[in-house]
């Protein structure tokens, strides 16, 4: 097993001053008001261009790589000038998502009826994105020894029932895509889960819920805020053909339930990461795997006029 080098917040750790406090608020308020402005125009954008065919310029991937840059310009200065662990650490795991978000700009370039067309080159993205973090974070790792006291997470036989039920409103309103959307997003979805732990664990529940520390219900509200716009972050490249509104609702909430899963499994072997990773799978392919962009397509453009 590996150790992150990076040092964790202890239980010394001074409390955040006004000055940090309002550059935190100030700093999340620009973040999620540009990740906000790239997922309403985009969605704008592609109901547009259904009910017009290829009358209107699809300029998506102006505002997505726009947006993008600027978010990522904003959270790597705040990275390398913020003295503050917290904030250092929110940034540290943003820039992340954002990073990812910019290298995504040319799937905006795809067509919205190429769905599976994009969904294949975001799972690819997604894949080299992930492996040279991986590469890069497993040089920089020092050799750890597992504590034989520690007990593995038991928690994954409940997070399972809970991420069914979760998926029981999309089955029984929704309509399954053919096979080859279904494995697609099957594919796409771990891929996400394996990203997200990939990032949040050693960047983020690692570091801020070190066993020495003593939690109040404050980690909970900041661990899960920073896990939420993570996701919202990552949101502006994965929803595609008109999926936004759907996503904005799952997503952000999914920040908060694996902060939860995080803390309830701190001091265990595995720190809940399998569960972590499955409840981000389902919130993905949830809405993805029983909305067709396609039949939306039908629908708007059989309107009036």
């Given at each position: 097993?590996?150790?992150?080098?990076?040092?964790?917040?202890?239980?010394?750790?001074?409390?955040?001053?006004?000055?940090?406090?309002?550059?935190?608020?100030?700093?999340?308020?620009?973040?999620?008001?540009?990740?906000?402005?790239?997922?309403?125009?985009?969605?704008?954008?592609?109901?547009?261009?259904?009910?017009?065919?290829?009358?209107?310029?699809?300029?998506?991937?102006?505002?997505?790589?726009?947006?993008?840059?600027?978010?990522?310009?904003?959270?790597?200065?705040?990275?390398?000038?913020?003295?503050?662990?917290?904030?250092?650490?929110?940034?540290?795991?943003?820039?992340?998502?954002?990073?990812?978000?910019?290298?995504?700009?040319?799937?905006?370039k795809?067509?919205?009826?190429y769905?599976?067309?994009?969904?294949?080159?975001?799972?690819?993205?997604?894949?080299?994105y992930?492996?040279?973090?991986?590469?890069?974070?497993?040089?920089?790792?020092?050799?750890?020894?597992?504590?034989?006291?520690?007990?593995?997470?038991?928690?994954?036989?409940l997070?399972?029932?809970?991420a069914?039920?979760?998926?029981?409103?999309?089955?029984?309103?929704?309509?399954?895509?053919?096979?080859?959307?279904?494995?697609?997003?099957?594919?796409?979805?771990?891929e996400?889960?394996?990203?997200?732990?990939?990032?949040?664990?050693?960047?983020?529940?690692?570091?801020?819920?070190?066993?020495?520390?003593?939690?109040?219900?404050?980690?909970?509200?900041?661990?899960?805020?920073?896990?939420?716009?993570?996701?919202?972050?990552?949101?502006?490249?994965?929803?595609?053909?008109?999926?936004?509104?759907?996503?904005?609702?799952?997503?952000?909430?999914?920040?908060?339930?694996?902060?939860?899963i995080?803390?309830?499994?701190?001091?265990?072997?595995?720190?809940?990461?399998?569960?972590?990773?499955?409840?981000?799978?389902?919130?993905?392919?949830?809405?993805?795997?029983?909305?067709?962009?396609?039949?939306?397509?039908?629908?708007?453009?059989?309107?009036?006029?």
């Open positions: 097993m590996t150790q992150n080098t990076q040092p964790n917040l202890t239980a010394k750790e001074k409390r955040s001053g006004c000055g940090t406090i309002f550059a935190f608020v100030a700093i999340s308020l620009w973040v999620v008001l540009l990740a906000g402005v790239d997922i309403f125009l985009n969605w704008t954008m592609e109901q547009s261009l259904f009910e017009s065919s290829t009358t209107l310029p699809d300029f998506r991937w102006v505002t997505h790589g726009i947006t993008s840059g600027l978010i990522l310009i904003t959270l790597l200065i705040t990275y390398f000038v913020a003295k503050n662990p917290r904030l250092k650490i929110a940034a540290q795991v943003w820039a992340f998502a954002a990073g990812f978000a910019l290298l995504a700009t040319p799937v905006k795809m067509w919205i009826t769905q599976q067309e994009t969904t294949v080159l975001l799972i690819l993205l997604m894949f080299i992930t492996s040279v973090i991986f590469l890069i974070r497993s040089r920089k790792m020092e050799a750890q020894v597992d504590d034989p006291k520690k007990k593995r997470s038991s928690v994954f036989g997070i399972a029932l809970v069914g039920g979760l998926m029981l409103p999309w089955i029984l309103w929704g309509a399954l895509g053919s096979l080859d959307d279904t494995l697609l997003y099957l594919v796409m979805g771990l996400f889960g394996f990203m997200t732990v990939l990032f949040l664990f050693p960047f983020l529940f690692d570091r801020t819920q070190s066993e020495e520390r003593e939690l109040h219900p404050v980690d909970f509200l900041i661990d899960g805020f920073v896990a939420a716009l993570f996701l919202i972050i990552l949101l502006t490249s994965l929803a595609q053909n008109g999926s936004q509104p759907l996503l904005i609702i799952v997503l952000p909430v999914t920040g908060w339930v694996m902060a939860l995080a803390i309830a499994t701190r001091g265990t072997k595995d720190h809940g990461r399998l569960s972590v990773g499955l409840i981000a799978a389902f919130a993905l392919i949830g809405p993805l795997l029983w909305f067709d962009a396609d039949e939306l397509a039908l629908v708007i453009s059989s309107g009036a006029g």
